[in-house]
């Protein structure tokens, strides 16, 4: 970090504990904060160029490399856009069995954001390692979660990272009786452990910010959203996911390689917060009772309150799985032949950091003509940045630049922005004379 006391300029080059690259910039004159960039820097991944001309089993393997963290997010909301174009809908089993999956990705991707990357913040640790010695309980339950979690997806798509069991239809395997009750013994175990999660959670000392912000998530019918929904707002918005280009705009902005989003011409929320705050009411009555006896208000318009509802999550994850798993039996068919069709779809689900949106263009013989993915990082940037002036304003400006840096770096991190994920889109153009 560098300061120049003459025009009250901080720079954080390097952020720490977030999942790719980034730096932060802010200038203050006169007490107010005149500046603030969160930059990107990392090149872009162009990967919706590289997915063009390729089939779609290429697709949904191919998307999974864009997140080691949230794979399956990407296979999922893939999957759904090329569905949607070859007319085939999924059997309630492959249906079922996806949120499941799905659930293992939730339980890994919060519990790693929870343990080892925010809650150091809370407790005034500069790592996990370092909060480890002073709560190596809580470490050690939250690393079995976070197992637990890469189990599920292990389960389903072979491997944790980079899963490769899902296509077109469903499923290449269906996992057999035995592992799945070796599974659910497991999930049973962790259940519990989530609920003490989040009473920890609750109690850590988060600060009192609230701001405000308009949520953006799924909703589904009767479901807490995962696998599929509508895209609405507490502000009223309601609308089909292949309606979100209407709505919703990205943009570039000089200081970041990753675009910018706004709906309707303003900054908005997307993640755990915002999915709580407009699906409360699709809560287990036990776990919203147990929100209410812990005195947590939700809806909530403090950011720091993500941390909890992730840990919320984590709980409705289990729920979920041991639900959907309770009568299990392997499909005779795992998967529905797909026919080649040309067509445009799209898929939204909802990965941990929020909605993941995927459009394709296919051609007759069902090879991607055009692709276009939004993922929940770029979607969240211009709210950090809306966040990180109100946040450090709030906190004081005329505390010294460790205190500034320290306070804007858990802005950041309380997102849980993977970086890398908002990098594969850059619009290039080449002025010649």
């Known amino acids: ?17 977030v999942e790719g690259e980034g730096a932060l910039d802010i200038r203050i004159e006169a007490g107010r904060i005149e500046a603030l960039t969160l930059r990107i820097f990392e090149p872009p991944r162009l990967f919706e160029k590289l997915l063009e001309g390729r089939s779609t089993q290429d697709v949904i393997d191919s998307v999974a490399r864009i997140c080691g963290i949230c794979p399956v997010a990407y296979q999922m909301s893939a999957v ?14 492959v249906e079922a069995m996806r949120r499941v999956m799905y659930c293992g990705e939730w339980l890994q991707s919060h519990s790693l954001h929870i343990h080892l990357l925010a809650a150091p913040d809370f407790l005034g640790y500069d790592s996990a390692p370092a909060m480890a010695r002073d709560y190596p309980d809580e470490v050690r339950r939250g690393l079995r979660l976070q197992g637990l979690g890469n189990e599920i997806i292990r389960t389903f798509g072979g491997r944790s990272v980079h899963p490769v069991g899902i296509c077109p239809g469903g499923f290449f395997h269906a996992p057999d009786t035995a592992a799945m009750q070796t599974l659910r013994q497991r999930l049973a175990e962790g259940l519990e452990e989530a609920r003490a999660l989040i009473a920890w959670v609750a109690g850590l000392p988060l600060p009192e910010d609230d701001q405000d912000f308009v949520s953006v998530s799924l909703r589904h019918d009767h479901d807490y959203p995962i696998t599929a929904g509508r895209i609405v707002s507490d502000q009223g918005l309601d609308i089909a996911p292949a309606d979100f280009e209407q709505h919703f705009r990205e943009f570039q902005v000089p200081h970041s390689t990753a675009l910018h989003a706004q709906l309707d011409g303003h900054p908005y929320l997307v993640g755990p917060l915002a999915r709580l705050n407009n699906n409360l009411d699709r809560l287990p009555e036990e776990l919203r009772q147990r929100l209410d006896d812990l005195g947590i208000p939700f809806p909530s318009r403090n950011m720091f309150h993500s941390i909890v509802a992730r840990a919320v999550e984590m709980h409705v994850a289990l729920g979920e799985a041991l639900r959907l798993t309770e009568d299990y039996a392997p499909a005779a068919e795992p998967h529905a032949e797909t026919p080649a069709r040309a067509g445009v779809g799209v898929g939204c689900t909802e ?7 995927h459009r394709y263009a296919l051609d007759e013989s069902a090879r991607v003509v055009e692709a276009r993915i939004v ?13 990180l002036a109100a946040s450090l304003t709030r906190f004081g400006l005329e505390r010294d630049d460790d205190a500034l840096r320290l306070h804007g770096e858990m802005v950041i991190r309380n997102y849980d922005p993977c970086i890398s994920c908002a990098t594969h889109f850059l619009d290039f153009n080449v002025l010649r004379k």
Do not use: F, Y
């Open 375 to 387: 993922p929940p990082t770029s979607q969240n940037q211009a709210r950090m940045e809306e966040d």
């Open 351 to 357: 990965a941990p950091r929020g909605i993941l949106w």
């Open 80 to 93: 759904a856009a090329i569905e949607s174009i070859l007319g085939v809908t999924p059997s309630p089993w």
């Open 1 to 17: 970090m560098s300061h120049d006391t003459r025009t009250g300029e901080i720079h954080v080059p390097i952020l720490a504990r």
